[in-house]
């Protein structure tokens, strides 16, 4: 089993999410049926190299939310889990130390809660330290067998996770099920 893991934010909530899924090959291949349905869609040259480069959250959440519906829907296609864990921000200041330590306790909690043996892929910091640090913990435990940090442009499996993130975000955020996460909801677990 393989856990792509991303994390997101806001002003009130910091979320760690990952998708567990058989194998990469399968999130691959639903990744190339994804942007095989979509390279069509109507969208300048310029912009067009941007989107495509990497299906950002921030990107399609605003701008090209039919690229990003067409997404959620080869996610929710796809033989997967989601598992997700948030931190309610409170007056603290919120800076890099804690938001570091932060993400350690929402990734121990999510890949504890799988009961299989997984390798885990994470999206890389621009901190080599903390992504060595990262490595180096989660790797005591039992289930997990890897753990290594990739650049999200060249990992799918990355930037589905990115997209399901934001997906979790807006319902923790406002409460409201939105189409997308009704397409997902199914998958869904808060650990």
């Known amino acids: 089993m393989v856990l792509f893991v991303d994390e997101t ?6 979320l760690v999410g990952g998708v567990l899924v058989e194998s990469k090959e399968e999130v691959h291949a639903a990744y190339k049926r994804f942007k095989r349905r979509i390279k069509d869609y109507p969208i300048t040259n310029r912009f067009r190299t941007e989107v495509f480069r990497e299906f950002k959250s921030t990107l399609l959440d605003k701008r090209y939310q039919r690229i990003k519906s ?3 829907e080869e996610i929710a296609d796809l033989d997967c889990k989601i598992i997700y864990a948030c931190f309610k921000k409170s007056e603290l200041k919120f800076d890099q130390e804690l938001k570091e330590k932060v993400y350690m306790e929402l990734l121990a ?4 809660s799988i009961d299989e043996d997984i390798s885990i892929v994470f999206d890389a910091f621009n901190v080599p330290s ?9 790797s005591k435990q039992k289930a997990v067998q890897a753990i290594m940090p990739q650049n999200s ?3 799918p499996g990355l930037q589905l996770i990115d997209n ?3 997906v979790l975000r807006y319902y923790k955020t406002s409460g409201e099920k939105n189409d997308w996460y009704k397409m997902l909801e199914n998958k869904i677990l808060e650990v």
């Open 70 to 72: 067409r997404m959620v």
């Open 109 to 112: 909690r999510i890949s504890s």
């Open 9 to 14: 934010e806001n002003e009130n909530l910091f």
């Open 164 to 166: 399901i993130c934001s």
């Open 153 to 155: 442009q060249s990992e």
């Open 130 to 138: 903390f992504d060595e640090k990262v490595v180096r913990e989660l």
